[in-house]
């Protein structure tokens, strides 16, 4: 795929709204590099993905868990922040951009706010 196909794409997709402004601003974030690169082999390694979620009440927390639970590789799933607005996810193989549209279509409007490689002690 053309290098202008996949920015049309990652333009027009709702979900990567987020990671078109980041490529527009000139950062490539290491876990959004296979979506560019399908030789690269970082989507097997473990991810700490960090989510911010509007929830007001238990029940949207605890069915943002719940949705995010649910998704392919997940291995830890948390409530951070000061507001408990955060969602943090760990695992192998997640891909962000699912559990961000999951969220927004079932719990409300969801940022990414950082993805990074966990390191094993």
Do not use: Y
């Not at 974030?29 to 082999?41: G, I, K, N, Q, V």
């Not at 700490?48 to 949207?60: D, G, P, W």
């Not at 590789?73 to 922040?81: K, L, N, Q």
Request: one cysteine or more; proline letters at 2%; a positive charge.
């Amino acid at each position: 795929m053309c290098e202008r196909i996949k920015r049309w794409h990652l333009r027009n997709r709702t979900c990567g709204a987020r990671l078109w402004k980041l490529l527009k601003q000139g950062k490539k974030s290491r876990s959004f590099l296979h979506l560019f690169d399908p030789e690269a082999d970082l989507v097997n390694m473990k991810q700490k993905i960090v989510m911010k979620t509007h929830m007001n009440c238990q029940k949207c927390r605890s069915k943002a868990l719940q949705i995010v639970a649910e998704g392919e590789g997940v291995d830890f799933v948390a409530i951070e922040g000061d507001q408990k607005d955060k969602v943090v996810v760990i695992g192998v193989g997640v891909d962000p951009i699912k559990l961000t549209c999951n969220l927004r279509k079932k719990v409300g409007p969801t940022d990414i706010i950082s993805v990074s490689e966990v390191k094993s002690k």
